[in-house]
């Protein structure tokens, strides 16, 4: 079975340009996440989708950060324009269903740098 | 608000357990959950345990729950080179505006 795959791996960009990260889940799990985690801390959720619906946003930046996930597959994550303070990884996740029970299965990560 | 504390570092011989331990504020969290996180690579589930359970067992892995004192502790028994990552802590919870929070990870050492 194929894990979560995300791209690129790497990305550097100079503040107030934009940029957008692709993930595509496990096959078939109806939810998906997008994690920030900032160099030593640990991952904080940032956007959860249930197939192509918000479940939560609360701690998404809306004036910066938009995310979508159109036909309940794949999802893009895109920051525009970005701060120095957007540097991380970005992290995406899927699970099978919504429940707190369910596995979360995390992608590689997207590593952001802001100069 | 809620909160996941962990210290930073661990170090431990080559054979020797390790104890990395947790404290998280949110009374009604439903579950807690060890992620094992190795250098350039995403977050891989260890295991979670229920919030009405004291203890997990799986393989070399123990899970201890204390719910009066809110502390989570994760040992890895005859631990091993390759057991060497950050090692996070979360909870989740159905309470308030927030789903899965995660600590600041422990960032285990294992000498040979």
């Known amino acids: 079975e194929a894990g979560v795959a995300q791209s690129p791996r790497y990305k550097i960009i100079e503040k107030r340009q934009s940029v957008a990260f692709w993930c595509n889940p496990i096959?078939?799990?109806?939810?998906l996440y997008w994690y920030q985690q900032i160099l030593g801390q640990g991952p904080k959720l940032l956007i959860q989708f249930q197939n192509n619906g918000v479940v939560d946003d609360s701690q998404l930046p809306k004036d910066r950060f938009s995310a979508e996930r159109l036909k309940g597959v794949d999802s893009t994550l895109k920051i525009q324009p970005a701060k120095l303070e957007d540097s991380a990884v970005y992290l995406c996740a899927s699970s099978l269903g919504e429940g707190l029970q369910e596995t979360q299965y995390f992608g590689p990560g997207t590593r952001l740098l802001v100069l | 608000g809620e909160d996941v504390e962990q210290s930073l570092f661990l170090s431990v011989r080559e054979g020797d357990s390790s104890v990395i331990n947790c404290t998280y504020t949110d009374s009604s969290s439903t579950y807690l959950y060890w992620y094992k996180q190795e250098p350039g690579a995403g977050l891989q589930l260890l295991t979670y345990i229920f919030s009405n359970m004291d203890m997990k067992q799986d393989q070399r892995l123990t899970v201890l729950l204390n719910k009066k004192d809110k502390h989570l502790s994760l040992r890895i028994a005859d631990t091993q080179t390759g057991d060497s990552a950050i090692y996070f802590c979360?909870?989740?919870?159905?309470?308030?505006?927030?789903?899965?929070?995660f600590g600041t990870g422990t960032r285990l050492k294992v000498l040979a």
């Open positions: 979360a909870e989740s919870t159905t309470s308030g505006t927030y789903k899965y929070i």
């Open positions: 096959s078939g799990h109806a939810t």
